[in-house]
């Protein structure tokens, strides 16, 4: 599957929902995320462009494959494979992986709110240290019309790296500092994110 989608950092998460449901987005829900990614020790993998995941959501998880990404300053075009797994096997996937060579990279616990209209889905993330980001997946076209309601926002094929950068260079912190501020306020570990950069 070909998967398509664009983002934008967003301020004011109260404007961004109030247009969401004046241009007909229904929220359909709202619940905690837990991605955990997989690597080799070096990194090599996430930083050439491609991902390893699992990605519980409630009672549920699944298992994610993301191959490269197509050359693209606004969207996020590749592929995309993903394998429900039963939530109960979570740590055997975790320890399979581990065993061919693809340990932990780093793990990221954020808050989502789905947004739903015809074709597109919308998703406000609330992602430790980076802050508040809007995801428009879908259609390319439909895409294109949705993100004319936002004409304040900035969208664009941000990358993880990117994101964390950005944070870094507005806080005047380091990540070392923004990792322990965030264990400090939650008591979890991010992991070695350091090695996306």
């Known amino acids: 599957m070909l998967e ?19 241009n007909g987005f229904v929220n ?45 300053s606004t969207f996020s ?9 039963p939530l109960y096997l979570v740590m055997d996937y975790k320890h399979f992986l581990e065993e061919l060579g693809y340990p932990m990279l780093f793990q990221i616990k954020k808050y989502r709110s789905i947004w739903k209209k015809g074709e597109i889905i919308a998703t406000l993330d609330d992602w430790p240290i980076i802050g508040m980001i809007l995801e428009l997946e879908g259609i390319e076209s439909e895409i294109k019309k949705i993100m004319n309601f936002f004409p304040t926002l900035k969208f664009a094929n941000y990358r993880l790296k990117e994101l964390f950068g950005d944070k870094i260079n507005e806080t005047g912190k380091d990540l070392e500092k923004l990792k322990q501020e965030y264990f400090n306020e939650t008591n979890f570990e991010i992991g070695r994110i350091e090695l996306i950069f």
Do not use: C, W
Request: aromatic content about 6%; charged content about 40%; glycine content about 2%.
């Open 77 to 85: 075009k590749r592929e995309e494979l993903n394998l429900p797994i």
């Open 28 to 72: 359909t829900k709202n619940f905690l995320q837990h991605d955990i990614m997989f690597d080799k020790e070096d990194a090599s993998l996430f930083r050439s462009g491609k991902k390893i995941r699992i990605r519980i959501e409630e009672e549920t998880a699944e298992l994610t494959y993301k191959g490269f990404i197509q050359n693209d």
């Open 4 to 22: 398509i989608e664009t983002r934008a950092i967003v301020k004011n998460k109260e404007e961004i929902i109030n247009i969401l449901k004046a």
